[in-house]
């Protein structure tokens, strides 16, 4: 019984593995990985949480029916349930876990005729009950059912029995039951009264929480852009210039991709390696020693090559082509937003793509939200702002003496020339940057045609030396227009503008509406293409 080994070393008995293997159980669930041993062994209460599905029901089953002796003809074990649906589920959960040990389950719960139930009850040789608070409580009033040999009482899916009003029939059901016995509370959720209830009515019980599965985590911000497939490379361009500490993983589907699109971007001055199949295992390690010292900063790969990069850290994960499916999509996006910081996993697709978008969408359970590529205004401002933070560090910090001194000799010249502070300036920028600002780097990407809900993206103004974060922003901008705030989105702020992305109608009302204000509500509102255009003339 190779396969059921993990539940074997846990001590559980022939008999009991016949029965797990019978019902094709290979190996423990979390929840059933942590309670089982816990409760095969000790006295001690347990609270167990989980989220449904995950084996709740066999993480106490099994240690019970371990436990309880088939010779015993007294009730050694009350499972409360919320539900009849659930006692019934939980009666054939168990019924099937006990295999050939001779234990007796019964169900009882109301709508079931209480006489057939009494009889059973009376009959005795029952070991395990199922039931349903009222019923049950019915029961102990009628005296017909006796639980003072009781080892073991639990309640299932306790989170459900409070929302169903059950707390007081189950704390009366807990106050006739003997001392020493062990309390097992199980529950999806774990609100204030269930541990209350398990404070007040548990010995020092052992808490085990299986944290749900986190399909992504909540640091990483999940967007998409629609693009064409011609298009993409450049929106990539984009991003990666937006973002000056960009660390992060571009996903490919095919070699082919990979190598392409890495030539491409050290064509254009990027740092960039590729990894997939054909890569030697030496240069795959040299290129992943790299990337983990940060010494390189865009990793191109395919999923098989990316597989075991155990790099944690990153700020972005770029599905430049759609995952396969939803499981490889988490898998891709779940190397960012990790360790408490932040992370973007970004995806393009293609018109032809959206619906498989919204499949992976659907089935990841994950949030992933419409986004514009940068406008290339946007892009440019962005790298402005950031080399004038740059200089003015420079200048906080205080220059070099040689540059100082090479700056006396640069006026000299300046002056010898017949040039002034501008133009020297203006000179010094473009020796320094070549063509780092010039728009003509970027291409134009085509405005993927969706027929209503035409997106606009506007240049704004105030930045956050106006003390503007994104949701003052919004609030100036939708207090002004009684636009919703949930219209504006995407939302930018730098020091000294901002971007925000808004329907076509909602951009005309916001330009049209902020033209005529006055004072300290003035400020510079326009469409970015129609900034991108200007900067051209
Ligand atoms: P929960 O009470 O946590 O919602 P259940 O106990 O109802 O979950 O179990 C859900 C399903 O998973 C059941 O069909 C059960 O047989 C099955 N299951 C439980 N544990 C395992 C396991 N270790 N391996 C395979 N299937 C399991
Ligand atoms: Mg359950």
């Known amino acids: 019984m190779e396969k059921l080994e993990k539940f074997a070393a846990m001590g559980l008995s022939e008999t009991m593995l016949k029965a797990l293997e019978a019902k094709g159980f290979e190996e423990p669930s979390p929840i059933q990985e942590q309670t089982i041993p816990l409760l095969l062994n000790g006295n001690s209460d347990l609270v167990g949480q989980a989220q449904t599905g995950t084996g709740k029901t066999a993480a106490f089953g099994i240690p019970i029916i371990e436990q309880l002796e088939e010779k015993s003809d007294r009730i050694g074990a009350l499972i409360l349930t919320p539900t009849r649906e659930l006692a019934l589920q939980v009666a054939d959960e168990i019924n099937s876990l006990k295999g050939s040990k001779k234990l007796r389950v019964l169900p009882v719960y109301g709508g079931q005729g209480i006489e057939l139930q009494i009889k059973h009850l009376k009959k005795g040789g029952i070991h395990i009950i199922v039931g349903t608070p009222g019923r049950i409580i019915d029961h102990l009033e009628r005296g017909t059912l006796k639980l003072d040999n009781l080892r073991f009482m639990i309640l299932d899916e306790a989170d459900e029995m409070l929302n169903m009003g059950f707390i007081e029939d189950v704390e009366k059901i807990l106050s006739q039951t003997p001392k020493n016995k062990r309390v097992l509370l199980f529950s999806a959720t774990m609100p204030q009264e269930i541990m209350n209830i398990a404070a007040k009515y548990m010995k020092d019980h052992k808490v085990i929480k299986v944290q749900k599965k986190a399909v992504t985590t909540d640091l990483t911000e999940q967007i998409y852009f629609e693009v064409c497939e011609r298009d993409k490379f450049e929106a990539l361009c984009r991003i990666l210039d937006m973002k000056v500490d960009f660390y992060g993983i571009i996903f490919c589907r095919t070699k082919h991709d990979v190598d392409t699109t890495t030539s491409r971007l ?30 390189l ?30 499981e490889a999509y988490v898998h891709r996006i779940g190397r960012t937003g990790r360790a408490g910081k932040e992370g973007t996993a970004i995806t393009f697709v293609t018109p032809d793509e959206y619906r498989k978008l919204m499949f992976i969408k659907r089935i990841a359970k994950t949030d992933i939200k419409k986004h514009q590529v940068p406008e290339i205004g946007e892009v440019i401002e962005a790298k402005r702002e950031r080399i004038r933070k740059q200089i003015t560090d420079i200048m906080e910090k205080g220059v070099s003496e040689a540059c100082r001194d090479f700056t006396h000799d640069l006026l000299l010249t300046c002056e010898n020339e017949d040039k002034n502070l501008e133009d020297l300036i203006a ?27 035409e ?6 103004g105030l930045g956050k030396k106006d003390k503007i974060n994104p949701k003052k922003l919004a609030e100036i901008i939708c207090s002004g227009t009684k636009i919703p705030s949930k219209a504006i989105n995407d939302i930018g702020v730098f020091d000294k503008f901002s971007f925000i992305t808004v329907s076509e109608n909602d951009a005309n009302t916001i330009i049209e509406t902020f033209r005529h204000k006055k004072g300290k509500n003035k400020f510079h509102i326009e469409r970015a293409k129609e900034l991108d255009k200007k900067r051209k003339h």
């Open 297 to 326: 900063t865009i990793l191109v790969a395919t999923d098989v090559a990316a597989r075991g990069i155990d790099v944690n850290n990153l700020t972005h994960v770029i599905n430049y082509s759609l995952p396969q499916d939803p």
């Open 427 to 453: 000179a010094i920028l473009e020796f320094a940057l070549e063509d780092e600002l010039d728009e003509k780097n970027y291409a134009q990407i085509r405005q993927i045609k969706s027929k209503k809900n």
């Open 455 to 460: 997106k606009t993206r506007l240049f704004i």
């Open 266 to 295: 050290i064509d254009r001055g990027y740092d960039a390696e590729a990894i997939h199949g054909d890569i030697t295992q030496i240069q795959r390690e040299k290129v992943l020693t790299r990337f983990k010292n940060k010494k």
